[in-house]
């Protein structure tokens, strides 16, 4: 497996999340993603970091459909994987619909044609064509006007690799279809295949491809515990996180947090989290979560805990792991990480 993580360039010391970044390469961390929920954006601290690194991939862990026009993420996308000399992976997502309506004022409706047509345009333009395309979310030139199809003034130097962060089923197909990689989230490896893998094989197979052309990037927080009752310690404090990408993510009708767990067998207690959470009954929401809830979706306990959690990860399929490391100081940041890498490398050199 491969491995990677994710920052943000919001809601902290910048200076210390570079330097997180820097001493991660050197402890051999092969991706770091820069995420964009709302906060900060991607593509400005991915320049600055493609200056401070020089072996590490660099991603956008995800730039937000819908609030850019496809030849300005492809603006973006191709200025990156030039300017680190292909070390940059386009992540593209979604998001939903209390960001992209509440924030943005931009429309949600029919994030499916918009992720497909998006790719396509972006294709198009990093491969230095004139960009023409009638699509049933984008048309350009725009019709009726004076303009013809223009091709950017540059073009993509080295391959542009385009990884979709996706959890609904014609979501998960697609990904399988045209994609690149797939950045994961809410993932239980005993639940993956129905909740997950069936959805993508369908895509990869619709485009004549197989697993082995998708890199699947599974995310998840990791933590150690020195013994059971610090581990009990430590889910007990994720309980309200949980609750939260139950309840709080996304709008009212929307979570697709939410559908994913259900999928994955907890469809009634994430119901009964939502409603709590929804009414405003935050530490209600919080007590539905159960203990397995929180393991099965982390990488969080003993190290003997943490390491079998890889083993299974591998065995479901897991092409790279996405580390969030535990700890309140960077100093406690890094020594997690670094022994999260210690094990990926044993259990690779023992598989």
């Known amino acids: 497996m491969r491995t990677s993580t994710t920052v943000e360039a919001s809601g902290g010391n910048w200076r210390e999340t570079v330097d997180f970044v820097t001493e991660a390469e050197k402890l051999g961390m092969d991706i770091c993603w820069v995420a964009e929920a709302w906060g900060s954006e991607a593509p400005s601290p991915l320049g600055y970091l493609a200056a401070r690194t020089e072996r590490m991939l660099l991603g956008s862990g995800i730039i937000q459909l819908a609030t850019r026009t496809p030849a300005a993420i492809a603006r973006a996308a191709i200025t990156l994987a030039n300017i680190s000399e292909g070390r940059f992976l386009l992540g593209l997502g979604p998001s939903g619909p209390q960001v992209i309506e509440g924030l ?22 990093a491969v230095g064509e004139r960009i023409s395309y009638t699509g049933r979310e984008f048309t350009l030139p725009l019709p009726g006007s004076e303009a013809k199809p223009m091709r950017l003034s540059m073009r993509a130097e080295h391959d542009l690799p385009i990884y979709l962060a996706t959890l609904s089923p014609k979501m998960l197909r697609l990904t399988g279809e045209i994609a690149d990689g797939w950045l994961g989230t809410s993932f239980v490896p005993e639940g993956a295949k129905e909740a997950y893998f069936d959805h ?3 895509g990869l197979a619709a485009a004549g491809r197989n697993r082995s ?3 699947i990037c599974q995310g998840a927080e990791v933590a150690f515990a020195d013994d059971e009752d610090a581990l009990r310690t430590m889910v007990a404090g994720r309980k309200k996180e949980l609750a939260f990408s139950l309840g709080g993510m996304g709008s009212a ?46 990488l969080i306990g003993t190290e003997d805990m943490v390491r079998a959690r890889l ?6 399929g897991v092409d790279t792991v996405r580390f969030y490391p535990a700890g309140d100081t960077l100093e406690a940041r890094l020594t997690t990480l670094g022994r999260a890498l210690d094990l990926v490398r044993e259990v690779e050199r023992t598989a």
């Open 104 to 125: 943005h004022g931009v429309p949600f409706a029919r994030p499916l044609s918009r992720m497909r047509e998006t790719v396509e345009i972006v294709r198009q333009a």
């Open 200 to 202: 993508l094989d369908a």
């Open 213 to 215: 052309g998708l890199d």
């Open 253 to 298: 009708t929307t979570n697709f947090y939410n559908n994913a767990y259900s999928r994955q067998g907890w469809a009634e207690t994430a119901a009964e989290v939502r409603e709590r959470w929804q009414s405003g009954d935050r530490d209600g929401a919080a007590a539905l979560v159960t203990d397995d809830m929180v393991l099965a979706t982390t």
């Open 311 to 316: 083993r299974v990860w591998r065995a479901a």
